[in-house]
Structures are given as structure tokens and as C-alpha cells.
């Protein structure tokens, strides 16, 4: 009897060793785990579980390393790009994507074959052969085409005359094939995953004829959350730069709240959104996703805010009720059979959201306005470049620049820019003058820009040079030297005529003479500053203006 149990043990030890010698997917997919990791996961819907075996005849395994990477792929080695569009609301769908990068000048056509870019020289050379691999004439010579293959857990592989790669997911002890071409897309659902940071792997193999080959291995860390993923993006007018959240007092801010959401989740939901802004104005609830707040002080403050959605969620577990009275003709069994069963309803559970951030307000230039355009008269025409004077004044802080940027009516086309110092004290007044050449007549776009270390407040106004007529010009020097000339000879008939007159004699003692000499000399003196004024203090060549830039 001993020899019969030890014989019978043999046999099952014997039936146990191919089994135990087995390969597992999870021995062939996953190359380290982390710290914590769980065997038991809640199942994926259309995964399978990594203690299923591996075809390793089919699907060769290659450790970090060996040597037959390097020959996996003619040219080079392929690189494998795995994204995400986490991170996750549970409950929702993440979904990933793998893009291959191919070696240089190597591309896939529109049959799904791997080709050589026309016109690209890589470090081999131009290759005879337009193809890096021909998979659809190695169906044409083989007998994929006529069936299907099992796979290492017994479902058929796709038919592989379209799709010449195969991805295998990997995450949450459970694993997922797909096929392909050079990137695919895999979404799963999220309302069985763990909260937290998880891994998915991918493993991709290429057709070899009638077996697969290891290309790439890729993996990347994807987050499940239970609190709804908020961003919010905060702009103001005159803001400098609003990244540094710094912004500008008695200015309205606009805050915009963007909810991660990429698989549409939370369309159907009803969402809130509470403000705290910091500055003792209240709690603010609105179900628009942006809102508009001016801080009437200087300081820093803390904004809160909280988002809450209903969503789909698990329904509560309902509390145990004492078994009813039943009559003795009522199976007791029955009624607890029915004390049991719980109705399935669709129950809806709150998520939140949270967004916190510290802004600085201070001081700033609220606005500014151009209220007067004049020409600057010149005493010679200057038809080439013609001078205009701004006057710009602006509402808040004093500006330390102002920046001007003339271009076509359109303001499109940059034509000139200008920038200066205000290096002139201005007082509590901001009212100064900005003085530009143009470059002819026309019709021009000017753009005024003041700013300070923290705004920026512009202004535009349209600008009208007229034309002036270059014969008309001409027309008007001849004349003026023509009238300078007549004046020269007038001038000099009436002094000879003075000196003739007065030319006698006279005694000294005679003051008469003195006086009438005299006289004569003070009438031409005074007709000559009446013909040529000297009053130099008001021309602007010579005066130098204070307040113009």
C-alpha cells in the first residue's frame, strides 16, 4: 500500500513539473516591482490575468541587455513613446497611446510596410531596396492569410496582412494585446483601479514570418485620483507678466477654471464653484467656470477654491433590518432569500476639486489716452520727415518708459520703434509729451505704451500727415527771397536819402544837429528791428521744451 501512495505521489509530481516549469505572462511582462505592489486587482473589463502562460516559441523573451536587441530591427534600435492622458477621475477613462520612432530615414507607408524616405542619406548609404521590411509580400508567400494562430492564452492572433505589430499592455496583474501599426490606442476604465500611482508596460513585437520579434519595451507611471484634477489660469489688463501672480490693484481679474476631464466624464454633471479670495469679500459661488474679482488694496492674498461634482458612484450598502413575522406555511429560507436582495439603482456620489494659489497686488498704470495730436511748426519746411507732439496722459502709478511703434493703417506692418526713459519728474500727474518724426505723409498707426515694473498700458490712434506740393514749395522760398531783396534796397535808398539830407556842417555847439543826427540814426534802427524781429527766445530750435520725449 506504502509503494502504491508513493507511486501515485510520483505521477503527480511528474504531472506538476511542466506546469511549475511554465513560463507566467507576469514573469515575462513585468522586469521590477515596486514597493507595495498588489497582486490582487479588481478585474479590467477585456483584460486577462498575468498568471496565464507565455508562448515563449512564439513570443521570445529578451532580458535587458542581450545581445540580440542589436538585430531586432535593421538600421538601429526602435524607441517606443508611451503617453497618457492622466491624470484620472476614477470612475472615468484613461487611455494610453504608443507611438514608435523609427531610425533615421526609415518611414511607414500607407500598406503598413516599413520603406526608406525618398531623398534621405543616412550613415549606410541609399539602400537598392526601397523596403525595410515587406510584410505584405511575406503574406503573399505564406499561409497566414488561409487561418489563424493561437496565441500564449489560447485566443487567435489578428490577421496580420494590415497590422505587423503587437502590443501587450501590462498593468494590475492583468495584460492586454493589441495590433497594429506604428502607434495604437488603449483606453481602460478606471472605476475597478486602485487609487493612486500605477504602472502600465508595454512590450511591442514585429511579424518575423510566422513569429514575433521584440522591438521596444516602454513603461510610465499614470495616476487614479478620487478629487477631481482643477487648473485655473488667472489674466488681467495691464498686467505685466501674469505668471509671477502679481497683479494690479483696482483692476478686474479673470480667473478661468479648467477641469482635466479628456474622456467627457463630468458632461453630464452638475458643477459649483466656490471662491474664498482672501480679502474678506465673501464666499462666492457660481456655476460658470470663470469669474471676475478686482482687489481694491495692496498685499498679498490667499485664494481658495473648491469644486464639487456628482457623479456616478457606488451605492451605500443597505443597514440590516430584523427579520419580519412570517407565517409557519412560509419557508423561513424564502424570506431570507428576499431580505437579500438589494435593487439595483444608479446612486450619485460628490467628487471635489481643489485650487489654492498667493497673489500679490500692488500698484499699477490703469490707463492711458492720447488727448491731443499737434503738428511742430518749423521755420523751414521739412517735408521729409514732419515731427508730431502727443499728448498722452494715464490713470495710476507714474510710468517709468514710454514706447512708441509707428506702422500702417493696419497696425499690422512695423514701420519704426521707439522707446525712452521718463526720467522727468512728472509729480503726482501723469500728463507728458511725446514728440515723433514720420517718415512722409500718409496715414500711420501710432501705438503709446507707458509702463512701470509691473503694467503695461497702451493706447493706438490713427495719424493723418498731409502732402505737400514740392512746386509749391519752390514757389514759396523764391518769393521770400525776392521780398528779402526788395527790402535790402529799400532799406538802402532811405539811409542815403538820410545821409544826403544831414550831410552839412554844423557847429558843435549847435545840439540841434546832434538831436536830428541822432534822430535819423534811431529811425532806421527802430525800422530795422520792426523788419527783422530779435526775439530768439521764442524759437523752438533753441528753446529746449521740458516735458517732451
Request: proline share 7%; net charge neutral; hydrophobic share 35%.
Amino acid at each position: 500500500m506504502e509503494c502504491l501512495y508513493c507511486f501515485l505521489g510520483f505521477l503527480l509530481l511528474a504531472a506538476r513539473l511542466p506546469l511549475d516549469a511554465a513560463k507566467r505572462v507576469h514573469d515575462v511582462l513585468i522586469n521590477e516591482r515596486p514597493s507595495g505592489y498588489m497582486r490582487e486587482h479588481r478585474q479590467l473589463n477585456g483584460w486577462s490575468s498575468d498568471e496565464n502562460d507565455w508562448n515563449e516559441k512564439l513570443y521570445p523573451v529578451w532580458k535587458r541587455g542581450d545581445s540580440r536587441w542589436k538585430n531586432s530591427w535593421k538600421g538601429d534600435r526602435v524607441q517606443a513613446l508611451l503617453t497618457s492622458d492622466g491624470p484620472a477621475l476614477v470612475g472615468s477613462t484613461i487611455t494610453f497611446a504608443v507611438n514608435l520612432v523609427f531610425p533615421r530615414c526609415q518611414q511607414e507607408d500607407a500598406s503598413g510596410n516599413i520603406v526608406y524616405e525618398k531623398n534621405c542619406r543616412n550613415d549606410t548609404g541609399p539602400s537598392p531596396d526601397p523596403y525595410v521590411y515587406n510584410w505584405t509580400a511575406w503574406t503573399e508567400d505564406s499561409d497566414w492569410g488561409n487561418g489563424t494562430r493561437q496565441g500564449h492564452h489560447g485566443k487567435p492572433f489578428p490577421h496580420p496582412a494590415k497590422w505587423n505589430f503587437v502590443y501587450v499592455f501590462h498593468t494590475l496583474g492583468q495584460y492586454f494585446q493589441k495590433s497594429g501599426q506604428c502607434s495604437v490606442r488603449v483606453s481602460i476604465n478606471t472605476a475597478s483601479v486602485t487609487l493612486g500611482p500605477q504602472i502600465m508596460e508595454v512590450t511591442v513585437y514585429r511579424r518575423h514570418r510566422r513569429t514575433y520579434v521584440p522591438i521596444a519595451k516602454v513603461k510610465d507611471v499614470y495616476v487614479v485620483t478620487d478629487q477631481i484634477p482643477v487648473f485655473v489660469t488667472m489674466s488681467q489688463k495691464n498686467n505685466r507678466n501674469s505668471s509671477d501672480e502679481t497683479f494690479l490693484k483696482d483692476l478686474p481679474i479673470m480667473f478661468d477654471v479648467l477641469i482635466h476631464d479628456p474622456s467627457h466624464f463630468l458632461n453630464e454633471s452638475a458643477i459649483s464653484y466656490k471662491w474664498n479670495f482672501g480679502d474678506n469679500t465673501g464666499l462666492f459661488v457660481s456655476n460658470n467656470h470663470t469669474l471676475n474679482h478686482t482687489y481694491v488694496l495692496n498685499g498679498t492674498f490667499s485664494l481658495n477654491l473648491t469644486v464639487q461634482a456628482t457623479v456616478p458612484g457606488p451605492c451605500p450598502s443597505p443597514s440590516p433590518r430584523p427579520p419580519k413575522t412570517t407565517p409557519s406555511s412560509v419557508p423561513a429560507g424564502d424570506n431570507a432569500l428576499k431580505l437579500r436582495e438589494i435593487p439595483d439603482k444608479n446612486c450619485h456620489i460628490n467628487r471635489y476639486g481643489y485650487f489654492k494659489a498667493t497673489i500679490t497686488i500692488v500698484e499699477g498704470i490703469l490707463e492711458v489716452n492720447i488727448i491731443q495730436v499737434t503738428d511742430v511748426l518749423m521755420p523751414m519746411p521739412q517735408p521729409d520727415n514732419p515731427l508730431v507732439d502727443f499728448v498722452v496722459t494715464c490713470q495710476g502709478s507714474i510710468p517709468t518708459e514710454v514706447c512708441t511703434v509707428i506702422s500702417d493703417p493696419t497696425c499690422q506692418v512695423t514701420q519704426n520703434t521707439v522707446c525712452d526713459p521718463v526720467d522727468m519728474d512728472l509729480g503726482d500727474m501723469c500728463l507728458l509729451t511725446v514728440r515723433r518724426a514720420f517718415g512722409g505723409s500718409g496715414t500711420y498707426c501710432m501705438n503709446v505704451t507707458l509702463g512701470d515694473d509691473a503694467s503695461l498700458a497702451l493706447t493706438s490712434t490713427l495719424v493723418s500727415i498731409p502732402g505737400r506740393d514740392p512746386d509749391s514749395l519752390l514757389r514759396m522760398a523764391s518769393g521770400t527771397l525776392v521780398f528779402v531783396g526788395c527790402m535790402a534796397i529799400f532799406v538802402t535808398v532811405i539811409a542815403l536819402l538820410v545821409y544826403k539830407k544831414h550831410k552839412e556842417y554844423k557847429p558843435i555847439e549847435n545840439s540841434t544837429g546832434i538831436v536830428v543826427r541822432g534822430k535819423g540814426l534811431n529811425v532806421f534802427l527802430n525800422f530795422a528791428k520792426m523788419l527783422f524781429p530779435g526775439n530768439q527766445e521764442k524759437d523752438p530750435l533753441l528753446k529746449n521744451q521740458p516735458g517732451i520725449l
